[in-house]
RNA sequence: GCGGGUGUGGCUCAGUGGUAGAGCUCCAGUCUUCCAAACUGGCUGCGUGGGUUCGAUUCCCAUCACCCGCUCCA
């Protein structure tokens, strides 16, 4: 099977079996926002309790948080999303690359351009074009000469001075605050204006707006910082510590792709892990550890397939001092699922300037090197593992999906074998055949499961050999069918989805084999 | 954003300038005692908007969405 045809079996699944839909999809869908549907929340949800039971209620270490989305628009200047979130992004006219115009080439205003392409053929296109914009230039084989660069810089890819105008393109989502509209305010300003050249007028339209406008976090993390205090001293806090938060960000993205895996409304699972910082490098090895093998012991990912990728300094962001992402194989190549990032004192301390509220640990045992006394105020360092959960879900459809062929002229199946403790359905309850007291007997045993918290589907459609394998494609772990021999004897036969093995159990028994291999 | 491809019932696909079929699924019924059984009957569709035409699912234009590649990715 090629990996396209695995994504694409993948998507039919999906929607097949209701995991993910396409949004909006009776108008047409809306690019890059997905819902999911019943399993999918189910699967989802899964998949973020245990990284909660992981990361909050197994240590003593860390605490929760769960923060509103938007937020005072002061953090995300403190945090520099607001200016460097922000592209002047260019088209060149020519040959149609877009570019940020802060990126490119200084070259001097008024000095003659030299547009250059691969091939003569692609030279004598771009001079019709040009021509017919009206202007009369020379072609010499692969170049076009005779234009002006009439702005600071030309087309990063071909030299060509012909731009469209700087846009800027803000990577959060803004939207604004409160019911008033601003509509008024700004045609007024336009007519007070009328001599003020466009790129004045917008600044003022900017300003009008900037009054209202919030926007939708980027990421999870900022609250974190924002609330270092408040929790810190809610729960009496001692370093090291961290605070997790998991939810939904949004990211105006240049390019989403590959189904839910980069898409501009997303769900991320972050922590927050403020330590000395002498301890940084240590937690940061622990943390990169910790959050791989995360992915194999309790998601049940194939080891193969994962692995610890650090970032080359290049990559790195100013104030790291280092990252690692964690990458799987899709069938597009390694891609990103977490990165764990040693983001040292920066977030704090910008938070602490912009608010002007101090946001530091006070450690009472340690010697304050400046007056040689206990007793020290300082900024601590924070490593942050921040996980994709909407990716983290994909990864995990795509290492559970398999296909078996058919033997003996049996029809083959589709299997996912997820963790059973990921799976959508535990456990599925069937009566062999619809009568003779079965439903009833089924219906009785599902409620046991559902009442102590297990996710258990009674079914009754279909012939039994179908019931099985609808549920070998949704992952479901184990079936238990009630026959007539139930009836007699209170035996049931389980039957496990990965080798389709059965046995014949006890009723009473059925319960504890479960609760045991879920765990 | 660029280039290429795709869009036909719930799914996978076929097809035509005269309003469409198959398999599977789904629903009802008969029958069925363990791995997508059989039979009978039934529901559901040409992404959207324009244009050409007597007539468009088919041709043209636009648009939306998805896939692949490039670009981008604090």
């Given at each position: 099977?090629?990996?396209?045809?695995?994504?694409?079996?993948?998507?039919?699944?999906?929607?097949?079996?209701?995991?993910?839909?396409?949004?909006?999809?009776?108008?047409?869908?809306?690019?890059?926002?997905?819902?999911?549907?019943?399993?999918?929340?189910?699967?989802?949800?899964?998949?973020?309790?245990?990284?909660?039971?992981?990361?909050?209620?197994?240590?003593?270490?860390?605490?929760?948080?769960?923060?509103?989305?938007?937020?005072?628009?002061?953090?995300?200047?403190?945090?520099?999303?607001?200016?460097?979130?922000?592209?002047?992004?260019?088209?060149?006219?020519?040959?149609?690359?877009?570019?940020?115009?802060?990126?490119?080439?200084?070259?001097?205003?008024?000095?003659?351009?030299?547009?250059?392409?691969?091939?003569?053929?692609?030279?004598?296109?771009?001079?019709?074009?040009?021509?017919?914009?009206?202007?009369?230039?020379?072609?010499?084989?692969?170049?076009?000469?005779?234009?002006?660069?009439?702005?600071?810089?030309?087309?990063?890819?071909?030299?060509?001075?012909?731009?469209?105008?700087?846009?800027?393109?803000?990577?959060?989502?803004?939207?604004?605050?409160?019911?008033?509209?601003?509509?008024?305010?700004?045609?007024?300003?336009?007519?007070?204006?009328?001599?003020?050249?466009?790129?004045?007028?917008?600044?003022?339209?900017?300003?009008?707006?900037?009054?209202?406008?919030?926007?939708?976090?980027?990421?999870?993390?900022?609250?974190?910082?924002?609330?270092?205090?408040?929790?810190?001293?809610?729960?009496?806090?001692?370093?090291?510590?961290?605070?997790?938060?998991?939810?939904?960000?949004?990211?105006?993205?240049?390019?989403?792709?590959?189904?839910?895996?980069?898409?501009?409304?997303?769900?991320?699972?972050?922590?927050?892990?403020?330590?000395?910082?002498?301890?940084?490098?240590?937690?940061?090895?622990?943390?990169?550890?910790?959050?791989?093998?995360?992915?194999?012991?309790?998601?049940?990912?194939?080891?193969?397939?994962?692995?610890?990728?650090?970032?080359?300094?290049?990559?790195?962001?100013?104030?790291?001092?280092?990252?690692?992402?964690?990458?799987?194989?899709?069938?597009?190549?390694?891609?990103?699922?977490?990165?764990?990032?040693?983001?040292?004192?920066?977030?704090?301390?910008?938070?602490?300037?912009?608010?002007?509220?101090?946001?530091?640990?006070?450690?009472?045992?340690?010697?304050?090197?400046?007056?040689?006394?206990?007793?020290?105020?300082?900024?601590?360092?924070?490593?942050?593992?921040?996980?994709?959960?909407?990716?983290?879900?994909?990864?995990?459809?795509?290492?559970?999906?398999?296909?078996?062929?058919?033997?003996?002229?049996?029809?083959?199946r589709?299997v996912?074998?997820?963790?059973p403790?990921?799976a959508?359905i535990k456990v599925a309850i069937f009566p062999l055949?619809?009568?003779?007291?079965?439903?009833?007997?089924a219906?009785?045993i599902?409620?046991?499961?559902?009442?102590?918290?297990?996710?258990?589907k009674?079914e009754?459609?279909?012939a039994i050999g179908k019931r099985y394998r609808r549920h070998d494609?949704?992952g479901t772990p184990f079936c238990l069918t009630i026959d007539?021999?139930t009836?007699?004897?209170?035996t049931i036969t389980i039957r496990y989805r990965d080798d389709m093995r059965q046995e014949r159990i006890?009723?009473?028994?059925a319960?504890?084999i479960i609760?045991?291999k879920?765990?």
């Amino acid at each position: 099977m090629s990996n396209e045809d695995l994504m694409q079996k993948i998507v039919s699944l999906c929607k097949k079996r209701g995991f993910v839909f396409q949004s909006s999809e009776i108008y047409g869908g809306l690019k890059s926002a997905y819902d999911y549907g019943p399993l999918g929340v189910e699967l989802k949800r899964n998949i973020m309790a245990e990284w909660w039971k992981a990361m909050v209620h197994e240590r003593e270490d860390i605490v929760g948080i769960d923060a509103s989305i938007i937020m005072k628009p002061d953090v995300w200047k403190a945090s520099g999303h607001l200016s460097s979130f922000t592209d002047p992004l260019v088209d060149c006219l020519i040959c149609k690359e877009r570019f940020r115009a802060d990126k490119a080439e200084v070259v001097e205003q008024g000095s003659d351009a030299v547009i250059s392409f691969s091939d003569k053929g692609k030279a004598k296109v771009a001079l019709e074009t040009l021509e017919k914009m009206g202007h009369d230039l020379k072609r010499n084989g692969k170049e076009i000469t005779g234009a002006t660069a009439e702005r600071n810089y030309v087309c990063t890819n071909c030299g060509s001075p012909f731009l469209s105008e700087e846009k800027n393109f803000n990577l959060m989502f803004k939207t604004s605050l409160g019911a008033v509209d601003n509509k008024n305010e700004i045609v007024q300003m336009l007519l007070d204006n009328k001599d003020l050249s466009k790129n004045e007028l917008i600044k003022k339209i900017e300003d009008i707006e900037s009054k209202s406008a919030v926007y939708l976090r980027p990421e999870t993390a900022q609250a974190m910082f924002v609330q270092f205090n408040n929790v810190m001293n809610s729960m009496s806090m001692k370093l090291p510590f961290g605070i997790a938060q998991q939810g939904k960000s949004f990211r105006n993205e240049i390019t989403v792709e590959h189904f839910i895996f980069r898409s501009c409304e997303f769900e991320q699972m972050e922590m927050e892990y403020f330590c000395y910082p002498e301890q940084s490098k240590e937690k940061m090895e622990y943390w990169k550890e910790t959050r791989f093998n995360w992915y194999i012991d309790r998601l049940g990912i194939n080891k193969e397939k994962l692995r610890l990728r650090a970032h080359d300094d290049d990559e790195l962001a100013f104030y790291s001092d280092s990252c690692y992402d964690v990458e799987y194989a899709y069938p597009w190549g390694w891609d990103e699922l977490e990165g764990i990032a040693s983001r040292t004192d920066y977030d704090l301390k910008q938070h602490e300037k912009h608010s002007k509220v101090k946001l530091q640990y006070f450690d009472a045992e340690r010697i304050n090197p400046e007056t040689g006394k206990k007793g020290m105020h300082f900024t601590p360092y924070v490593i942050e593992p921040a996980a994709g959960a909407t990716r983290t879900t994909l990864m995990v459809l795509i290492d559970a999906y398999d296909e078996e062929p058919g033997v003996d002229g049996k029809e083959g199946r589709t299997v996912l074998r997820l963790l059973p403790r990921l799976a959508p359905i535990k456990v599925a309850i069937f009566p062999l055949v619809k009568k003779d007291g079965m439903p009833d007997k089924a219906r009785t045993i599902a409620k046991r499961f559902t009442e102590k918290g297990i996710n258990c589907k009674y079914e009754e459609q279909h012939a039994i050999g179908k019931r099985y394998r609808r549920h070998d494609e949704i992952g479901t772990p184990f079936c238990l069918t009630i026959d007539t021999q139930t009836m007699d004897d209170d035996t049931i036969t389980i039957r496990y989805r990965d080798d389709m093995r059965q046995e014949r159990i006890n009723i009473e028994d059925a319960l504890s084999i479960i609760l045991e291999k879920l765990n």
